[in-house]
Nanobody, 121 residues
Framework: QVQLVESGGGLVQAGGSLRLPCAAS????????MSWYRQAPGKQRELVAA???????NYADSVKDRFTISRDNAKNTVYLQMNSLKPEDTAVYYC???????????????WGQGTQVTVSS
C-alpha cells in the first residue's frame, strides 16, 4: 500500500512563507509525476503545481513566481515552497502522485490526507 503524508501547514501572516513536504511510503517500483492541489472552502480542488520525474514543472498562474515545487527522488518526497503568501492562498493543500506499484502494473494515482494552510491579512 502506498501512503502520501503531507506536513508543514499552519497559520502565517500575509507576505510570509511556508514549506510543505510530502513523503511517499510503502512498497512501490517508482513514482512518476508528483503534484500539489488545493481546495478552499466552497471551491473546487485545483492544481497548484506539478513536477515530472525528470524535473519538469508547471504552475497555476495564480502562484507563478511565488511558489516553487521540487522533489527528492531518493527520499520519495515532493516539496512546495510558498513565498509571498496571500489570504487567497488559504486552503487545504493535498499531495498527489502517480505511482507504479509494480513494474508489470500500470501507474496508480494516490492522494495525501491534506494539510491546512491559513494566511491571515
Amino acid at each position: 500500500q502506498v501512503q502520501l503524508v503531507e506536513s508543514g501547514g499552519g497559520l502565517v501572516q500575509a507576505g510570509g512563507s511556508l514549506r510543505l513536504p510530502c513523503a511517499a511510503s510503502g512498497t512501490f517500483a517508482s513514482i512518476n509525476a508528483m503534484s500539489w492541489y488545493r481546495q478552499a472552502p466552497g471551491k473546487q480542488r485545483e492544481l497548484v503545481a506539478a513536477i515530472a520525474k525528470g524535473g519538469g514543472t508547471n504552475y497555476a498562474d495564480s502562484v507563478k513566481d511565488r511558489f516553487t515545487i521540487s522533489r527528492d527522488n531518493a527520499k520519495n518526497t515532493v516539496y512546495l515552497q510558498m513565498n509571498s503568501l496571500k489570504p487567497e492562498d488559504t486552503a487545504v493543500y493535498y499531495c498527489n502522485a502517480d505511482v507504479i506499484v509494480h513494474l508489470l502494473f500500470r501507474e496508480s494515482n494516490y492522494w495525501g490526507q491534506g494539510t491546512q494552510v491559513t494566511v491571515s491579512s
